[in-house]
């Protein structure tokens, strides 16, 4: 179907540790994979986005991993720090000539001090 | 670039009233805007893509009577809820895509929290 699946809805980890958020879908269409970040209240901001056509991407800390054949990819934060905390959406773009986008559910992540 | 805005940033308003959100693309012209809803603690639902001079798209369950779309312009896109009734009440965002290097990529707006009492 059209849903993206997302896990864990909630990550709470230590400031310096590793935070992974993964996400699953079915439809082969997708070619766009963008995470966004939305802090309570505010807007989703784009973090990091990957493309059908590589297979992983950085910048600094952030790192996003697709592997299309499995349909999932994920969203890699090194070194987390307490302004990490807030809720990050995955998202597949659909191949209709425009990216629309298809959300997962969410993950909230807390970063302890 | 690629900032896009919304007004109001919130609205309240009685049950039968009809309230319009706008969204604009300041820095850039965006040929497809997006409309979506964020009820609590949950993900963002695409309501609706709009087009700058045709008819919106909606998705399945949303009701174009109801919510009424219009892109006038390359800039600006609006969204009117008709009727509002206390269970419209939520966090309204929108989306606009910027395409660049060939590539596009969606921007958000501030949001509209609407409360209908």
């Known amino acids: 179907g059209e849903n993206v699946e997302q896990h864990p809805s909630t990550l709470s980890v230590q400031e310096g540790d590793s935070a992974v958020i993964k996400c699953t879908y079915s439809?082969?269409?997708?070619?766009?994979f963008p995470w966004y970040k939305q802090e309570l209240g505010k807007r989703p901001q784009l973090i990091i986005d990957i493309r059908s056509n590589v297979g992983e991407k950085k910048d600094q800390r952030i790192a996003v991993t697709l592997n299309k054949t499995a349909k999932h990819f994920s969203l890699h934060i090194t070194e987390t720090q307490p302004e990490d905390s807030a809720v990050y959406f995955c998202?597949?773009?659909?191949?209709?000539?425009?990216?629309?986008?298809?959300f997962g559910t969410g993950t909230r992540l807390l970063v302890s001090p | 670039g690629a900032v896009v805005s919304q007004h109001p940033s919130w609205v309240i308003c009685k049950s039968g009233t009809s309230v319009k959100i706008e969204c604009r693309s300041l820095d850039f012209q965006a040929t497809t805007m997006f409309w979506y809803r964020q009820f609590p603690k949950q993900s963002l639902m695409l309501m609706a893509t709009s087009n700058e001079g045709s008819k919106a798209t909606y998705e399945q369950g949303v009701e174009k009577d109801k919510f009424l779309i219009n892109h006038a312009s390359l800039t600006l896109s609006t969204l009117t809820v008709t009727s509002a009734h206390p269970e419209d009440s939520s966090f309204y965002i929108c989306s606009a895509s910027f395409l660049a290097g060939g590539t596009d990529t969606q921007y958000f707006g501030p949001g509209t929290r609407l409360t209908v009492l």
């Open positions: 439809d082969s269409a997708s070619n766009y």
């Open positions: 998202a597949r773009g659909m191949n209709t000539g425009f990216q629309k986008l298809v």
